[in-house]
Structure formats: structure tokens, C-alpha cells
């Protein structure tokens, strides 16, 4: 059959709306057996689509809502017809303008893809970490249910990217968007809640499993899991607003030298904000007498530094902890250092002290959060109803006789009202 001839013959198919339908099917059933074969049910059948069957298969479907289509009946009256050269599967071809291939032979086809590229992903990547993590990196991949083989091959490319390149391996950190920029060239490529961020954090885990890295995962913090993960790889998911203030501390870094700049400001007495990047660089920290005292309130915490008749280690949280606070306790308990937190006694005050008391794995006291510190910072502020109630979830029995008094006097107590007027007393 010439290409006039097939023009004729599609022309002719696509002249009526039925045999969209019929041929529809039928392409359908090859996928899915191989082979041109199999019955195509229509319902509902128009007077213009009966009309079209009855050209075609020389029979009458007058009065029909429905008919049945066998394989071997349209391939029989197609031979029958002026188009008797063309064959079924090459008229479905021509018909759709696409390739017919069954399923089992595309999934073959498929395969014989996957096993070239891999062959070309080996030797690209020869000699490189991810080399020796091709089969997990392979069911991360899987996991992300990739739509077709071309997506397969990208995350491929891009998982073993992603794993060559993870900061720590330099002894680096940098943010996340400069991370996805190097990567990707686009700095929200890994943003929370997108495709890759989601697959980033799978080559994160899968890779600290790998090397058998286990940040802590706390039921006390459970948001910053996420973070220690991407910490753990040199990646900081924060932005730069997170640190802490820390004052005559001295830190050891992992290369085992001193921070000099953390020197300087010791024998200087002054305080300093110490960002998560920098964090990220020590193993150890070193106190006065092994022991942190550490406020909540920035301007508690500054007086205490401005104190020159006596000399002791501060830490200031500023609020609700972040994960340079966690970090920073981390490297304190890992220290031995004894902790003492004086924090507001008000509601939202009492439960992170109790967060930070459940958290912090070494020796830990509370400090001027007593019944009598309580009545010191009281101040004319009405705590309502709703805060009142969440001192429920109060279970610390040293802050009982703190959160009673509360409920009764109903009133907000801040650390700005305590004169800490000695470091040594509780």
C-alpha cells in the first residue's frame, strides 16, 4: 500500500467517531497482550456510529444502543475491503501516530535502557563516593516513583551529585539554597516540601546510614531531627538568624586546634554570637569550673556578662531553642559540663525549661526557677485561661510548687526582675 492509499484509508477510519473508539481498544488490548487481538464492547452507540459499523462490516446495527467488536472480525472485513494490504497493528500505528508496542516488550526495552546507562553511570562516577552506594542509591530512587526511564536516568545523575558533593566530605557547610545553587543551579530546587527536597533528604538518610551516623532524634525536639540530618552532612537548613550568645567559652575545633577567636573574646570579657556554621566546626567546648549558666533573656544575659567581680561561662537561648542551641548542648554534654537554665516563670518560660532539662543529656539544675524567684519576678501581667492550661503539660515535680502559685496568683514572672546576684547560689 502506497502512502496515497493510506492517507485514503486513515481518511476514511477518521470519518467517523466509532472507530476512535474501536481502535482505541484495540490498542489497548495489544499493550497489554502483544499481540492484535480481543473483543472491544461500545455502549451507547449514536446514530452516526451505527451508521459508520454498518459501512463498514456490510451488516446491519439498526436499532442498537451496543456492539461487540471481535479482533478477528475487523481484521477479516478489513481484508475484505478496499484497504485488504494494510494490516491491523500498522493501521493503529498510522491511525494514533505512534509507535505500537506491547508492555512486556516495552518493559524489555526498558531494561535494556536502564542497563546501558548504568553501564555509562559506572564509568562516569568510577573512583567517587557514591561508586560503592549504587544499590541503595538505586532503591532511593525507586522510592520516588519516577514517571518514566528519563527521570529515572536525572535522579540517578542527580543522587550521585548530591552524594559526591555533601559538604562535610570537605570539611565545609554551607546554607541550603548555596548547596541546591552548586548542585542544581537553582537555590529552591531543595526547598521543604518540593520533589527533590523530599528525594534530597533521602540520599541525606540513606548516605549517614551508610556511614553509620545517627543524629539524636528526640520526642522532646522533634522538628529538628530534619536539621541534625542535614547538619550531619554540612548542610545548614536555617537561616542566619540562627545562633546563640555565648561568653568565656573556649572551643575546641575538629582538627583538634583552639578557635582563636573564641580566645580573644574570653580574654577580652566580652560576649559574642556564635552562628550555626561556625558551631558546626567544634567537637568540644570548655567552661569556668565545667559549668554553663544559661538565661533565656538577652538583656539577663548581658548583665550577667557585664559582672566584673566575678568571672563565669553564659550561654543565652533568646526564646524558644533553635538547633545551634541543641548543637551547643550537645557539645556541652559531650564536655561533662554542668548545666544550670534560668529561664521567665510564665507558661511558655516553664515548659522550655522543662524541654531543655529532658533534653540535655548531661548533669542539670534549674537555676533561680524556685518558688521565691517566682514571687521576686511577678509582674502585673494576667496570664489568661489558655495559658493557664497548658501547665498541665508540666511534669517536672521540682517546678510543682512554681506552676501551683501560678495558677492561684494568675500572673506573668520574668527573669528581668531577679537580681542574679550570685552565679554560685540557687
Known sequence: MNRQQE????????????????????????????????????????????????GFFAKS?????????????????????????????????????ETLIGKKEERQLEEHKKDVFLEQWKKTYQGTPIEKALTQLLDVVQASH????????????????????????????????????????????FDQGSSLG??????????????????????????????KCFFAEGILMDNKSNYVMLSHVKAQKKDGTFHAG??????????????????SQWNRMFCIDNEMYIVENPSVFAGLCARSDESVSCMCMNGQPRLAGLVTLDLLAASGTVVYYAGDLDPEGLLIAQKISKYYAGEFHYWHMALE????????????????????????????????????????????KIEYENCCQN
Open 146 to 189: 519516577t514517571k518514566n526511564i528519563d527521570e529515572w536516568e536525572q535522579l540517578l545523575r542527580l543522587g550521585a551529585e548530591i552524594y559526591n558533593c555533601f559538604p562535610y566530605r570537605k570539611n565545609r557547610t554551607m546554607y541550603l539554597a548555596v548547596f541546591a545553587t552548586e548542585i542544581t543551579g537553582n537555590p529552591h530546587a
Open 373 to 416: 524567684d517566682y514571687e521576686k519576678s511577678k509582674s502585673n501581667e494576667i496570664i489568661s485561661e489558655k495559658r493557664i492550661k497548658s501547665l498541665e503539660r508540666i511534669t517536672d515535680v521540682e517546678l510543682f510548687p512554681v506552676i501551683e502559685k501560678m495558677r492561684i496568683d494568675r500572673l506573668a514572672g520574668y527573669q528581668e
Open 198 to 227: 523530599t528525594f534530597l533528604y533521602q540520599v541525606i538518610q540513606m548516605e549517614l546510614l551508610r556511614r553509620k551516623v545517627f543524629p539524636q532524634k528526640s520526642d522532646i525536639f522533634p522538628a529538628f531531627f530534619r536539621q
Open 262 to 279: 573564641m580566645e580573644g573574646f574570653w580574654q577580652e570579657d566580652d560576649m559574642v554570637q556564635v552562628p550555626l556554621a561556625v558551631l
Open 61 to 97: 446495527f439498526h436499532g442498537k444502543k451496543s456492539a461487540t467488536v471481535s479482533a478477528e472480525r475487523f481484521a477479516q472485513a478489513l481484508m475484505n475491503s478496499r484497504f485488504s494490504d494494510m494490516e491491523p497493528e500498522h493501521l493503529l500505528e498510522l491511525y494514533f501516530q
Open 7 to 54: 492517507h485514503s484509508c486513515i481518511a476514511y477510519f477518521k470519518s467517523n467517531p466509532v472507530w476512535n473508539r474501536v481502535f482505541r481498544g484495540f490498542w489497548e488490548k495489544y499493550r497489554s497482550y502483544g499481540t492484535f487481538s480481543g473483543k472491544v464492547v461500545l455502549q451507547k452507540l449514536t446514530a452516526e456510529e451505527v451508521e459508520g459499523l454498518e
